[in-house]
């Protein structure tokens, strides 16, 4: 399996719930469309928030990454 | 366009971290937010309180001011900064009750900038409609 290029990546390992999500929102507005995005998220709340906020915001969530105590989402802002 | 309304009732530590966490989520979600600060909600945001680590809920004991020094140690991000992110991600409102203002004879000038008005209980219902309406 390939790793998805990403364009910018956010580590919020040392943010709570909801700022991996706050973080990634900020980034995705600063952004222009088409850009992927990577957030480093050890919240386990990322792991729904993340994609229900996607979904809604009508971004692509590319892959959700398993990396041992974290998970990396990728995500691509909608064009 | 979906709406929650929080009547910020409650100027401890704690309920203030879960207001904020809550206002925050509603925010990212594009829910549009209020938060009525009254009593003790609105004491935390007078000008000279804002940003201020608060003590914890009496009500928890040690376990409270335990849970503050674990939040601390783990740098968790306070009310005040949370309440700030849910406002730079959404659409985020924060109203003075009318009634504490008088109270404690306030003016808007002595509160932080993030209040936006005064207003009385029956406006702040109104504008509640059917969305959901939190007491903290």
Known sequence: ?79 | MEKMSIVLFSGTGDKLQAAATMASGAAAMGVETHVFLTFWGLNALRKDMAGKALPMSADYGQDGENMAKLMQDKGAHGWYEVFGMARDVGDVHFHACSHTMDLMDLTLDDLDPIVEDVIGVATFVSNAGDGNVLFI
Do not use: N, Y
Not at chain 1, 34 to 63: F, M, N, Q, Y
């Open chain 1, 1 to 79: 399996m390939t790793t998805p290029s990403v364009e910018r990546e956010i580590d919020a390992r040392s943010s709570f719930c909801p700022g991996p999500l706050m973080e990634l929102i900020r980034a995705i507005r600063e952004s222009d469309p088409g850009t992927t995005i990577a957030v480093l998220s050890k919240d386990p709340g990322s792991r729904t928030d993340i994609p229900a906020w996607t979904a809604k915001a009508g971004h692509e969530l590319v892959a959700v990454e398993e990396q041992g105590d974290h998970a990396r989402f990728i995500v691509r802002k909608a064009s």
